[in-house]
């Protein structure tokens, strides 16, 4: 057990932006900005766009147009961050210094350094809505763990991955099927640490706790500067 953890976290030369550690970190900001948003803007989830759009349906239904807009424009601001994170790819895919997902790293920094700072209220949709952009752009950049695809924002796709993994180690023992199904759970346990921390944080720093985010984010953009970790 202890030897897979081990491979799982360090398995020799690998790319950055895909490796475990990094994953995990990314997971932890997925889990606190969905439960931000939640807590602290209005109940609105800033990843999940299923339950924005189930929301959205709800309102529609009852006949609360202004509610359903207010679940409609994280859901196409989403839609909008991914387009954006393709331009980021196609212009900084080739540069010497930068990766592109250090790009998208960086804008979401800068971003969550300046909403944590907003008071909550008036300004809640607003922020809902770049907060969906920002999310948008960080499930874009980083698609795959360890060559595997996986998602750094939201957990469902983590949890068929890796059950289907499991299946797989069941029925033939092989034992990498095994090491996958722990990188996929692993994920969505940091997602979840990601959001415990935040409902700590929160009930003590209220807003400015979206601070925590930043400080795991320039973590991840510092890393990136090597070739191999």
């Not at 309102?59 to 980021?88: C, D, H, R, W």
């Not at 960086?106 to 969550?112: G, K």
Request: proline share 2%; net charge positive.
């Amino acid at each position: 057990m202890a030897r897979n953890i081990k491979k799982i976290f360090f398995n020799g030369e690998e790319y950055p932006p895909e490796t475990f550690r990094l994953a995990m970190l990314l997971c932890m900001v997925g889990g606190f900005m969905d439960t931000y948003t939640f807590s602290t803007r209005g109940n609105v989830l800033a990843n999940a766009q299923t339950g924005n759009i189930v929301f959205l349906a709800i309102n529609l239904g009852k006949g609360n147009f202004g509610k359903a807009f207010y679940y409609f424009v994280p859901v196409f601001v989403f839609t909008m961050g991914i387009l954006f994170s393709e331009f980021i790819r196609i212009k900084f895919e080739k540069h010497k210094i930068f990766r592109w997902q250090q790009i998208v790293i960086f804008y979401q920094v800068i971003i969550m350094f300046f909403i944590a700072f907003v008071p909550s209220g008036k300004w809640n949709m607003p922020i809902n809505i770049i907060m969906s952009f920002i999310a948008a752009i960080q499930y874009q950049g980083f698609k795959k763990i360890r060559g595997m695809a996986g998602a750094t924002t939201i957990c469902t796709g983590n949890l068929r991955s890796g059950m289907e993994n499991l299946f797989k180690y069941i029925n033939t023992k092989e034992t990498s099927f095994l090491q996958n199904f722990w990188i996929y759970i692993g994920l969505d346990l940091f997602f979840l640490v990601g959001a415990l921390l935040c409902m700590v944080l929160v009930g003590i720093y209220g807003e400015l706790s979206l601070l925590a985010c930043c400080a795991l984010l320039i973590i991840v953009f510092s890393v990136m500067f090597k070739d191999t970790i």
